[in-house]
């Protein structure tokens, strides 16, 4: 069964940091793309960043180049995304994603960026 528990949003300044982790289980992660979305309140979930299986490539949606890093352990079949120079339009709740055949979402996490 697969599982995905994202962690370490929370209310952050303009200009401020976060690391998120999502942790994961039920399946082979270290075989795996694994990608970050978000969903802004009112709008649809878009993807921010990918990284693939051995981390030896990684993508970002323009919005966020320059400001977030992805990574991954897969010893501890872990995902995070380093966000720095936070936005206010970077406010969403962030979900991690498996690319396996059938889509899973976990609860996600709650990013808001104010003042």
């Known amino acids: 069964q697969v599982q995905l528990v994202e962690s370490g949003g929370g209310l952050v300044q303009p200009g401020g940091s976060l690391r998120l982790s999502c942790a994961a289980s039920?399946?082979?992660?270290?075989?795996?793309?694994m990608k970050w979305y978000r969903q802004a309140p009112g709008k649809e979930r878009e993807f921010v960043a990918l990284?693939?299986?051995?981390?030896?490539?990684?993508n970002y949606a323009d919005s966020v180049k320059g400001r977030f890093t992805i990574s991954r352990d897969n010893a501890k079949n872990t995902v995070y995304l380093q966000m720095n120079s936070l936005k206010p339009e970077d406010t969403a709740v962030y979900y991690c994603?498996?690319?396996?055949?059938?889509?899973?979402w976990g609860q996600g996490t709650q990013v808001t960026v104010s003042s």
């Open positions: 039920g399946f082979i992660f270290s075989a795996v793309v």
């Open positions: 994603n498996p690319n396996l055949p059938q889509d899973y």
């Open positions: 990284i693939t299986s051995t981390g030896g490539r990684t």
